[in-house]
């Protein structure tokens, strides 16, 4: 059996939708928990080819075992791929190990007999509302089509995009809170919405992933540890042909809390406004948390001695190093736009260049060394901003966070406030 790991679910901020009131069992018929100011708790979760995972989920948020309320989520939605609908199909249908019964109805009659109250509970079936596959456009029909599994970088994609607006209508609705479940589907579906829920994501919302024992979290024929039909057959490990059987009742199903940062009260300019994909989400909050870094950070150029201060820390540069960052230096200090590119630089860094060369100071100034000679092409540029990177980078601490501020892909300038920087 693996080792178990509790989380304990949050009080304070977490509405319960049932109380210890409503589990009267057998001395008295429990009462429907609802009312009007209680949100809407929403279940969401990712699945692949294991759709136990859906009933798993909900009997450990409905039977906790470390003394937390039980819950019951109003709604329940599942996000997927084509075959991973096809196997929720698998909930709906009779099974002859459950004498019959559907998983789903033989869940529902199981938490019934509890004395959990169900009215307005559980609502989940087969519909597009509730089994939303993922989709994808044709770049050949311009077609949405579903997608069966993510397979490459362009799924993945269109699995990160598919996800943020699936998590992005709950959460902008005040009256839900969210429940969103990483125990299903492939690891870059579990990655992708712990993503979208630390970026959009609020504070009463939850992120969660069911542990189940073994050999239970593999058997084909397990849903919940109370459900009906007796023992299930287990194969012995490493006996040929060898079957026992398990109580179902045996299995240990634990819900664990995964913590996320809600970024969202960081980013509310970002959040304001619709990114359109993921990835424009994720590079804006990227700009927005270097941005609130470099207003912290004091760079002093020493171009006599060739050397950089950033918040006390000093570093020596080479030739290249110190015409580059003194160049995309002053142009910051001076306000002026970033470059596009690196090659849109190149005119002026050269013009720089030769002004630095005719104001050499004495034979052993740093502007007489080879290295500067020659014309400033792309590849000088991004050696000497690479060099200087990894300088910032080795010396960690706030030297780290420059070089966040350094040229990247579709910016070439330094992006710190020009009252930051000073030059002697």
Known sequence: MKPKIKARQPRSSQPRATTRSALQGAKGSAPNPSSASQPEIVLMAVTGMS???????????????????????????????????????ELF??????????????????????????????????????IRVITATDPDTSRSLELPDIRNRADNEAAADFLLEQVRAIVENPDTQLIASIAGGRKTMSALLYACMTLIGRETDRLTHVLVSEPFETLRDFWFPAQPGGPLPVKSPGSAGSVSSLSPAAASVDLADVPFVPLRNLFEREFSRKPGTFLRLVENCRISIRQRAAAHLKLTLDTARAELEVNGQTFRLSPSEMLVIWFLARRAKQGEPPYTAYKDALDDLNTFRQEQLADKKDFNDWRHADSLRAEADDRFLIKAVSEIREKLRGRGGDAALLAACLPEKGRCSLDIPGSMIFIK
Do not use: C, Y
């Open 93 to 130: 249908q009779p099974s002859r190990q459950l004498n019959g019964s559907t998983p789903w109805d033989a869940l529902r009659e199981a938490l019934r007999r509890r004395g959990h109250a169900l009215e307005g509970r559980l609502r989940f079936g087969q519909t597009a509302d509730d």
């Open 51 to 89: 759709p136990a995972i859906l009933t798993e989920t909900l009997w450990a948020l409905a039977n906790p075992n470390d003394g937390a309320e039980p819950l019951l989520p109003h709604r329940i939605i599942v996000v997927t791929t084509s075959q991973g609908r096809e196997r929720l199909g």
